[in-house]
């Protein structure tokens, strides 16, 4: 009954995760581009929905589902002037883009402060988001963690149609994969890196709104998630979709079975330890590429 009481925790935590780590497996799975302020572009996705209620006047209700497109919209923008103006003189160069982009990060975090102040704000739930189901006579799943775990798993499979089933997907996997032969067969590379950071940008202003119902928004916001996505994406493989999924659900369970056990401190090393000797005996994730090798 322990474990199942860690179940709903785990799978929230898993859930979030996944919401982080989907726009990390454009920009860094599927680019290369170690994009450090990504955790910035969730933080101003936790303020759009904090604009639309508290600014703006829009209900709980109208507030949460009118955010996520708008903050999708707004960091996906983000992040492809980022991309345009800067990110793009510096592709193949993974240790430039990671200075760049937390200097980004600083800059964002500051402006948030200038604007909304330092101390955190809260984006009330909606009413039908409140309450929870009961399980098992004892575990209890709260509606807002079943809204993000529903929201996870739309996301993931609105991502693998565009992958799979658009021609702008077809060619950007084409880009991933062989940028050369993607280019002389008429592929606009150019646009192709545009959109991947604009989407992989969008998703991260998802997960701000996301993380609206289970905890403050701060100028702070993305830097407790943002390791952790990370660690995600390279766990799972990079650029592969279903290695996300997996090692999303994969380290939340474990977050969450391990801090029953332990307090959140040595919780956090135990995990840490743990990825470190997977990614020692695994390096390249659960999920790798495969390809046609000459021997």
Do not use: C
Not at 192 to 208: H, P, Q, R
Request: charged share 10%; glycine share 12%.
């Amino acid at each position: 009954m322990e474990v199942l009481d860690q179940l709903p925790i785990g799978l929230a935590i898993g859930a979030v995760l996944l919401l982080a780590a989907l726009g990390l497996n454009f920009t860094f799975g599927q680019m290369g581009v170690i994009n450090m302020a990504h955790g910035e572009f969730i933080m101003i996705g936790a303020y759009t929905a904090f604009v639309l209620h508290a600014w703006a006047g829009l209900g709980s209700s109208h507030a949460l589902l009118v955010a996520l497109p708008v903050a999708f919209a707004v960091t996906g923008t983000l992040g492809w002037l980022l991309e345009a103006g800067l990110i793009r003189h510096f592709y193949g160069r993974p240790l430039d883009t990671l200075l760049l982009t937390f200097g980004i990060g600083m800059i964002l975090q500051q402006a948030a402060r200038d604007t909304f102040g330092a101390p955190n704000v809260d984006v009330p739930a909606p009413d039908w988001l409140t309450g929870g189901i009961t399980l098992f006579d004892s575990v209890r799943i709260h509606h807002s963690r079943l809204f993000i775990l529903a929201l996870a798993l739309v996301s993931v499979v609105a991502i693998a149609l565009y992958l799979h089933r658009s021609t702008a997907g077809r060619q950007m996997r084409a880009v991933i994969h062989n940028r050369d032969l993607a280019a002389v067969s008429g592929v606009d590379t150019r646009r192709v890196d545009a959109t991947t950071f604009f989407i992989g940008s969008g998703l991260a202003g998802i997960a701000g709104v996301a993380l609206t119902l289970i905890g403050p928004t701060g100028p702070t916001l993305g830097t407790n998630y943002i390791v952790d996505a990370f660690l995600v994406v390279v766990i799972g493989g990079l650029g592969q979709l279903r290695g996300t999924v997996v090692a999303a659900f994969a380290l939340g369970l474990l977050n969450a079975t391990v801090e029953a056990w332990a307090d959140a401190s040595l919780a956090k090393l135990l995990v840490f330890a743990t990825i470190v000797a997977f990614l020692q005996a695994r390096p390249q994730g659960l999920f790798t590429v495969k390809s046609r090798a000459l021997t």
